[in-house]
């Protein structure tokens, strides 16, 4: 991501149960995050594992 495209974040609605919920809070409030900063961590970590993956793997014939 560029530093532009960190100023102007976009909104969604996320809909997880609440279990799921609580997993995340205190696993944030470990981290020392917020919520909304603690799914951004881990969905920027998801997508940074994604793209060095993708450039591992051998062509497809």
Sequence with gaps: MDEKSDK???QILLRISPT???ELAEWAEDDFRSINGQIE???TECVRKRKTS???RP???
């Design 8 to 10: 102007t974040k976009k």
């Design 20 to 22: 799921l919920w609580k």
């Design 41 to 43: 961590f881990l969905l």
């Design 54 to 56: 993708v450039k591992k």
């Design 59 to 61: 062509p497809e014939e």
